[in-house]
């Protein structure tokens, strides 16, 4: 072979690696990681603690294979076996990653934030990642922020990014893609996950259960897939929600079953168009106690 094509692409080496995306909880890591990907498998919401799980998502383009791991915010307030098991995970990545992203908010920086930071090996390139500038309405103020914050660590870049508009995201990837060790890629080039798409059931039910039942339920409730079959393109998915109390059941059924109605309902649009087909999707509600509080419980519930 002679063409130029062929001539670049062997003399240009692949590039591919682990990119963990850590901060404290809320500043956007998850939102940031599918809009990078272009697809959403890792859950968001407006309440702090919403992702739990280290979560892969994978975008391979050409001549590169990024593969990035979103983890549960650094928790500093509360100190119980499931935080501490969130934060081992988040401990665990930091230290098998090739690249960090150190994600902020744009304009603040407090001590949750800072815990996070000196959790980071010295040894591993780091991007600060800046998120929500679209938050900042004097864009005067970023430039000050950002070299205030610069100046805690030996960053690699610093890029001031809104993950919710998309923007400055082009030159953050370029900056990821500089810092990524030469590898073949490890996923095939449609991968977008190494979670199942069962864990992605139970993960998109919490999400809506968090956005419906919101601040009103504590976060210790979780869910949990009873059965998932597939029988050609369809999937049926049987769920349950897993509560701490009667009370906190009848809040997740709602009046006449409205609320439990409207879960569904949206869970079973967004699995349909992650899985690509139709999705017949059955929610119960169950009370079960005491799952968080000791460590055999959190493991029986897929907490690492
Ligand atoms: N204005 C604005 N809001 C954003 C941006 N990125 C994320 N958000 C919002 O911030 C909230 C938290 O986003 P998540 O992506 O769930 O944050 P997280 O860091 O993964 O949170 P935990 O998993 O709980 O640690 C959501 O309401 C998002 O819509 C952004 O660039 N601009
Ligand atoms: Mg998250």
């Known amino acids: 072979m002679t063409d130029s094509a062929s001539d670049s692409t062997s003399t240009t080496p692949f590039r591919c690696g682990y990119i963990a995306i850590v901060g404290r909880p809320n500043v956007g890591k998850s939102t940031l990681m599918n809009v990078l990907i272009g697809a959403k498998v890792s859950i968001t919401s407006r309440k702090a603690q919403t992702t739990r799980h280290r979560i892969t998502g994978i975008q391979t383009v050409p001549g590169a294979q990024f593969i990035y791991v979103d983890t549960p915010g650094f928790q500093t307030r509360h100190s119980n076996p499931l935080n501490k098991t969130l934060n081992k995970t988040v401990t665990n990545t930091l230290i098998s990653s090739d690249v960090i992203l150190y994600v902020i908010e744009a304009g603040t920086f407090g001590p949750a934030d800072q815990q996070v930071l000196d959790q980071i090996p010295n040894d591993v390139p780091c991007i600060l990642v800046i998120n929500k500038s679209d938050r900042v309405k ?16 030996d960053f690699s870049a610093v890029v001031p990014v809104s993950a919710k508009l998309s923007f400055q995201l082009d030159n953050l990837q370029g900056e990821i893609k500089r810092l990524l060790p030469e590898n073949q890629p490890v996923f095939g080039e449609d991968d977008i996950t190494d979670r199942s798409e069962k864990f992605l059931a139970s993960e998109i039910v ?20 009873e059965k998932f079959e597939q029988e050609g393109d369809l999937r049926r998915v049987f769920a349950a929600i897993l509560v701490e109390r009667d009370t906190h059941k009848s809040m997740v059924i709602g009046n006449k079953g409205a609320r439990l109605k409207d879960i569904s309902t ?30 055999a419980g959190l493991r029986a519930y897929g907490y690492e």
């Open 138 to 153: 004097d864009k005067a103020v970023l430039l000050p922020f950002a070299q205030q914050i610069a100046a805690k660590h």
């Open 266 to 295: 949206q869970a079973r649009l967004d699995m349909e168009k992650l899985f690509g087909g139709p999705v017949y999707l059955e929610i119960w509600v169950k009370v079960k106690s005491g799952w968080a509080d000791n460590e």
């Open 206 to 225: 919490r999400e809506k259960l968090f956005r419906f039942v919101g601040d009103e339920l504590p976060y210790t409730s979780t869910v949990l897939i």
